[in-house]
């Protein structure tokens, strides 16, 4: 089962659910609340879920996906939700971040000690859903898409469900200086998350599902690349475990968990290139690449 939020035809946010290839609506507005209940009451809360798919589909889940559905748009799965993020938990990654830092050690470190590296990359009002637009940063050279399973993580530290995740990064300016970091992932748009949040369960092995990367240039595609999420060094759960030390998430939080897919040192994004992330199970993530506006009223 997947929950999502959607903008309707009179322009209301509400929560969907998707089940058997069909989305329906649900009396409730609020992800957060709709998180909180199935954390502190699961089984009741799925059987509210269930019994809003007695009523009329809104649309078929490939119309949502695909952004063609005439009732209703798909919105980024999250509402108060701050997205933290991830790094160096796959090999590949580990290698990519030494590289562009010129041999430095910090992420060869990193990858082997107890503690993960973990960092904020967006607020809401960052954050875009699938068939939206992502921006590079219009001072960046080396900008890269990083494909990533994502957690849907309760205000009480419980692993709930898994979406999909874009943690657009400027390798340029983090290479520069790791110091950089907050510069080179933080910014307007600078994460796409989506398609909806697919509920945990036991016949879902989130720790062994292939991720997938297709990255398209005027119709063409110009790199794929391929993982799973079987080559993570860390658990889900030791994540979410250190994210939660000293922390407090109210509203829950969504984790991204990190890349497994770099493209080559020649490579970077530009504008009107199209994204797409897919993960069996998770769903498809799309996005079209524009390149940010720069100064907001900077002096």
Same mark, same amino acid.
């Given at each position: ?13 509400? #929560? &969907? ?9 649900? *009396? ?30 809104? &649309? ?8 063609? &559905? ?26 990519? +971040? ?10 060869? +470190? ?41 957690? =849907? #993580? ?29 510069? =080179? ?29 297709? #990255? ?10 391929? @993982?799973? @999420? ?15 030390? *000293? ?23 530009? %504008? ?7 993960? %069996? ?11 940010? %506006? ?6």
């Amino acid at each position: 089962m997947r929950i999502c939020r959607v903008t309707t035809l009179s322009n209301s946010m509400r #929560i &969907a659910v998707e089940a058997e290839g069909q989305c329906y609506l649900t *009396d409730e507005d609020s992800l957060t609340a709709v998180l909180s209940a199935l954390e502190v009451d699961p089984e009741a809360t799925r059987t509210l879920l269930v019994e809003a798919t007695h009523g009329r589909p809104l &649309a078929t889940w490939s119309d949502l996906e695909e952004g063609i &559905a005439s009732e209703a748009q798909l919105l980024a799965p999250l509402d108060e939700q701050e997205v933290w993020a991830s790094g160096v938990t796959y090999e590949r990654s580990m290698q990519a +971040r030494e590289d562009e830092s010129q041999g430095s050690g910090i992420y060869d +470190r990193v990858y082997v000690a107890p503690r993960p590296e973990l960092f904020f990359k967006a607020g809401a009002t960052r954050v875009v859903g699938t068939n939206d637009v992502l921006y590079i940063r219009s001072d960046a050279s080396w900008s890269v898409p990083e494909p990533e399973l994502a957690l =849907a #993580i309760g205000p009480r530290g419980t692993i709930l469900g898994y979406t999909i995740g874009n943690d657009v990064s400027s390798r340029d300016i983090e290479g520069e200086n790791p110091l950089y970091l907050p510069q =080179a992932k933080v910014y307007a748009r600078c994460c796409g998350l989506g398609p909806a949040i697919t509920l945990a369960a036991s016949d879902l092995n989130a720790h062994d599902l292939p991720i997938a990367l297709t #990255i398209t240039r005027g119709g063409v595609p110009v790199f794929r690349g391929e @993982t799973s @999420t079987n080559r993570i060094r860390r658990t889900f759960e030791d994540l979410a475990r250190y994210l939660f030390r *000293d922390n407090l998430f109210p509203n829950g939080v969504v984790l991204l968990t990190g890349t497994g897919i770099v493209p080559p040192d020649n490579f970077t994004l530009g %504008p009107r290139d199209s994204v797409e992330i897919m993960i %069996p199970h998770i769903g498809r993530l799309r996005h079209r690449i524009e390149r940010g %506006p720069g100064d907001h009223g900077a002096a």
